[in-house]
C-alpha cells in the first residue's frame, strides 16, 4: 500500500502553502491523523482521515489519492474528500448612512446615529 509523510501531502495537496507550514502545523499539535496527533513524519494512505487546523479554520479530509510532488489546484482536489462542514452564515448587520449631499446631520439625526452605532437601536 502506498504511503507518504503528512506534511508532504498536506503540501501537495494545496492545504498549506509550503512544506515547513504543514510540518510546523503539525509540530504545532494542529494536525490529527485519524483522531490520533500527527508529527510531521506520519505517515498517510488512501483512506485516512485527516484534520488540520490552518489559517484559523480546521479542515477534515479524507485522503483518496497520495501523491508526493505538487499539483495543480484541480488535480489536488481529486486527491482528497472535504468533509469540514460549511461555516455559520455571518449576520448581516445594518449600516448607518446618509445620503450623498444631505450636508450635515441635525441635532435629532445625530442622536439617532450614535445610539444605532452604541447598539441602543
Do not use: Y
Not at 491523523?33 to 506520519?42: G, I, L, R
Amino acid at each position: 500500500m502506498e504511503s507518504t509523510r503528512i506534511d508532504r501531502w498536506l503540501w501537495a495537496v494545496r492545504l498549506t502553502k509550503t512544506r515547513p507550514d504543514a510540518a510546523a502545523a503539525c509540530r504545532g499539535g494542529h494536525v490529527r491523523v485519524n483522531d490520533q496527533p500527527a508529527k510531521p513524519a506520519t505517515p498517510v494512505t488512501p483512506g485516512d482521515q485527516v484534520r488540520a487546523r490552518i489559517n484559523h479554520t480546521t479542515r477534515t479530509v479524507e485522503v483518496v489519492r497520495v501523491i508526493q510532488k505538487r499539483v495543480g489546484p484541480a488535480a489536488a482536489a481529486a486527491c482528497f474528500i472535504d468533509h469540514t462542514p460549511p461555516p455559520p452564515p455571518t449576520p448581516v448587520l445594518p449600516v448607518a448612512r446618509r445620503e450623498r449631499g444631505a450636508g450635515r446631520p441635525t441635532k435629532r439625526e445625530r442622536r439617532v446615529l450614535d445610539a444605532f452605532r452604541s447598539g441602543r437601536l
